[in-house]
């Protein structure tokens, strides 16, 4: 994750590692929202549901994303998301988290009203028995958002 190039994001990715110690991952009880204050309007939080392969329900879609994007997932789920291509990279982007229990981050592109907008992202897992994954902390932000 040496990569990581937004403060909020390396902030972020730096508060999961502290908070699952000697753990593969934390669990969401771990984490504090005052203490993720800083990046909360950039924050999403999905709950991994059972399946093969794994469905995803967004808890928490934040403001800043939900504002930038022009409509809000939180309280959905992840095939309710208009943009099929990018739904679609999300979705292999949790289910590779999810089966490797493993942050992910990635720097693209996307779409937004017809115009190209870059973006920046961790995915972290979640797990509240250690072992398998049942929430992803995500953390996004776009280049103009950046810092």
């Known amino acids: 994750m040496e990569d990581i190039t937004d403060p909020k994001l390396r902030r972020l990715h730096d508060y999961w590692e502290i908070r699952r110690g ?29 399946g093969t392969p794994p469905l995803f329900r967004i808890r928490l879609h934040g403001t800043t994303l939900v504002d930038r994007v022009g409509f809000d997932l939180t309280g959905k789920m992840l095939d309710e998301m208009k943009e099929t291509e990018f739904r679609e990279m999300s979705r292999r982007s949790f289910i590779k988290v999810v089966r490797t229990g493993e942050p992910l981050h990635a720097t693209a592109d996307r779409a937004i009203d017809g115009r190209s907008a870059r973006y920046e992202s961790i995915i972290m897992p979640l797990s509240d028995d250690g072992e398998r994954v049942d929430k992803l902390l995500i953390g996004l932000v776009y280049d103009d958002d950046l810092g």
């Open 22 to 50: 000697s753990r593969k991952m934390p669990a969401r009880a771990d984490l504090e929202a005052i203490e993720m204050a800083f990046a909360m309007g950039n924050i999403i939080l999905v709950d991994v549901l059972p």
